[in-house]
């Protein structure tokens, strides 16, 4: 198992330029989440995901969007980069069919810098 | 308000030398408890989840044990490859919301 994954792993972008982040779970769980981290803020929610086709808001969600058209993938889309939108950004997931556990898997990170 | 703190921000330790890492919580309706390890550039790896206060869980030189209003892991014997970030999250079985804590960064020198 690849457990999750995320690509890119690093992208630079002009202020104003789109891009989607695109992350893949091949543990069959219902949950799916979007965070991001800067130093001294620790990890913080961005959207999240309790199944296909599904997506909420999590504690910074501004500037940001979520897709879950399918159970294994979710989406996190910026449609118009900022500065203040540089970061990490990890994905993660958690509760198999029927859980718990309720432990979250995270990948391995996308590095983004908007210049 | 639901919040989670950990201590020390950071630790340097020798070799060999054991000590403890705190995580103290204030939690609605505790659901769980998790540790994880992030090495710098890399995402976070799970390493246990407790549910109840008393519980214990081992794994190498890691042990992590929980009580009603915190949780310590223990660190024996620690080697160099155990430095790492080391992050406290709670669920709260009310909201199933996640709280993170800021991390203890953990330096072992040999």
């Known amino acids: 198992n690849a457990g999750v994954t995320q690509t890119p792993k690093f992208r630079v972008l002009k202020t104003g330029q789109s891009m989607t982040l695109l992350c893949a779970q091949d543990?069959?769980?219902?949950?799916m989440y979007w965070y991001r981290q800067d130093p001294g803020m620790g990890l913080r929610l961005i959207h999240y995901?309790?199944?296909?086709?599904?997506?909420a808001k999590g504690e910074v969600p501004d500037g940001y969007n979520v897709s879950r058209l399918k159970k294994q993938n979710f989406l996190l889309g910026l449609e118009s980069a900022a500065p203040s939108q540089t970061s990490v950004y990890f994905c993660?997931?958690?509760?198999?069919?029927?859980?718990?556990?309720?432990?979250?898997?995270f990948g391995p990170g996308t590095r983004l810098t908007v210049t | 308000e639901d919040q989670v703190t950990q201590s020390p921000e950071a630790l340097r330790l020798q070799e060999g030398e054991s000590s403890s890492l705190n995580c103290s919580y204030t939690v609605s309706g505790l659901r769980g408890l998790f540790w994880y390890r992030q090495d710098p550039g890399k995402g976070p790896e799970f390493l246990f989840t407790l549910y109840s206060a008393g519980e214990e869980k081992e794994k190498e030189r890691l042990k992590a044990t929980l009580t009603k209003k915190e949780s310590f892991l223990h660190i024996t014997a620690p080697k160099p490859e155990d430095s790492a970030t080391y992050l406290c999250v709670t669920m709260s079985g009310n909201t199933g919301k996640l709280i993170f804590g800021q991390g203890t960064t953990l330096q072992v020198k040999p």
């Open positions: 993660a997931s958690s509760y198999p069919a029927g859980g718990p556990p309720y432990e979250q898997y």
């Open positions: 543990m069959n769980h219902e949950y």
């Open positions: 995901s309790v199944g296909e086709g599904t997506t």
